[in-house]
């Protein structure tokens, strides 16, 4: 069994599968860890929980867009689009400017 050490900087973001995480990397690869969603989130305190079933590293998002109160979806670097739960949208989007603020 071959344990690799992922860094926040390989890693666009985790979705959840039950008990299994489903780490996207930057090389377009995909790892599963046998670790939940939460144990991704304390171990990777830099990341946004956008979902009950996602996870993001904020670095790699390429842009975000609200369309109503209740939709909003971010893009990610590989293209693909993350649905932000209704009920998270503004505790999201504050967290990604926070983010986005502690870069400059």
Known sequence: MRKN???????LYIVGDDNYSIVHLTTHKRVLLS????????????FIRISK??????AY??????????VASLTMQDNR????ARRRISRV???????LHADD
């Open 5 to 11: 050490k992922l860094t926040a900087e390989q890693i």
């Open 93 to 99: 989007l504050e967290q990604f400017e926070l983010a």
């Open 53 to 58: 079933q996602a996870l993001i590293n904020p």
């Open 61 to 70: 998002v390429v842009s975000w867009l609200k369309t109503s109160r209740f």
């Open 35 to 46: 670790h939940t969603l939460k144990w991704c989130q304390a171990y990777y305190p830099g």
């Open 81 to 84: 689009q993350l649905g932000i």
